[in-house]
């Protein structure tokens, strides 16, 4: 963790590291699926039978899940190794999410670290930069990642 962390981060790593990998999962795969079901986030067929692990680095949080059946699902110790890794910082996660940076600009900028099956990583990365993004969602993304910059002045 970096040291800039606050109380807040300390809070959430040390939770979820006493949790199960299905259950550090449970909220992203619930995400996951509903952009799924609402029209925004259609995994392509190349994710199929694929485990993904999501570090989020400043946080420490290891969140594992797959793809199956055209669902994301939560992915637990018995789920093998990830065919793919994804490592970045929550504020960068957010500004992904929110439309703010692409991967590619993360990427090269070494804010984001994608490890495991080349192939697979490229596929991810045209599906992210591809996906649409309701308005809301970038509005909240960069709601959020301005508390998250307000909280890390505070603590610093």
């Known amino acids: 963790m970096k040291a800039n962390t606050t109380p807040l981060h300390k809070l959430m790593a040390g939770v979820h590291r006493r949790m199960p990998a299905r259950g550090r999962a449970l909220p992203l795969v619930a995400a996951l699926e509903l952009a799924r079901r609402a029209g925004w986030l259609e995994p392509p067929a190349a994710l199929e039978g694929h485990v993904f ?65 080349t192939a697979l990583g490229l596929e991810v990365k045209y599906w992210l930069d591809a996906a649409p ?23 610093g």
């Open 53 to 117: 692990l999501l570090t989020v680095q400043d946080l420490g949080l290891e969140v594992p899940f797959r793809c199956e059946g055209g669902r994301f699902r939560t992915a637990g110790a018995g789920s093998g190794e990830p065919a793919l890794t994804l490592r970045a910082a929550a504020v960068d996660y957010l500004r992904l999410l929110g439309g703010e940076a692409d991967t590619d600009t993360l990427f090269f900028q070494r804010k984001l670290v994608i490890s495991g099956d």
């Open 133 to 155: 993004r309701p308005a809301w969602v970038s509005q909240a993304a960069a709601r959020l990642v301005a508390l998250q910059g307000a909280l890390t002045v505070r603590a």
